[in-house]
């Protein structure tokens, strides 16, 4: 994980100060280019907090930061020609190449946030929790039953909660100590997610919570946080990112679970292609 993504975790900030810190990890590659008062523009805050922000991150000043982040621009930051760009249009390639080109950079600013420690940490609270409730709501549903689909497999008492209704606070309304909600939240971010959340809490089990932004008004309530940005074209968004994470977690888990897992993973494939139907 890049050392500033990760002091940015673990520091506690203000509303403004985490809409600047999305801001900052958003643009870490160019961020150097821009002054204090750009950055505070840009995200709709005050310069005061973009500098209070700085100095929680350990820089006498914004000229210090700049300059720490300037050493970064010269290798990463590289704009394609305009004339480049206009041939890939005009093969029919342009939008293809464009919404690749998102793609790919969310799973790049993903992976670039992410350690295996963190990975370790979600495997071990999977493994150690007696109910897996995995929650998602409206566009981030297929996220929750993804995971939910392929982590039955490998673990028992696992529970999607999918409905944004009552229904699911009901679903989880007996979650205790040794159980853990995972949570896919992002922007337009659900109102039944809060609530969740909050029960989980206030019974003692532990919340992990996949989201977009520092700034998620989620953010608070999980023990574990994993960022990952969902940014595509027009009004829609793109889940590859949150799904790869799935997916990694899930073999860190395939890995960790050893011949129970594999078992139970056999078990299921031999029901289902010897069926009885006697």
Known sequence: MDPIIRKIEELILTRSEAQ?????????DTIGLCTSREVASAVGVSDTSVI???RKLGFDSYTQFRNAMNSRISSQYQREPSEKRQGEADSGRGMVDALSGMIFENLRRTF????DATIHQIVDVLLQSRHKYIAGFHTTSGCAQYMATRLVKLLPHVIPVVNADSSSVEAILDIGPEDCLVVYSFLRYSRI???LMKLAKQNGARVILVTDRVSSPLARKADIVLLTPIASADQ?????APLAVSEIILMKLIARSGTDGEARMHRVESLLEHPDLS
Not at 112 to 115: A, G, I, N, S, Y
Not at 236 to 240: D, E, G, K, Q
């Open 236 to 240: 829609s968004y793109s889940y590859a």
């Open 20 to 28: 600047a810190a999305d801001y900052i990890i958003d643009h870490l």
């Open 52 to 54: 209070r922000l700085i």
């Open 112 to 115: 670039q946030r992410l350690d």
């Open 193 to 195: 997610n809060a609530p």
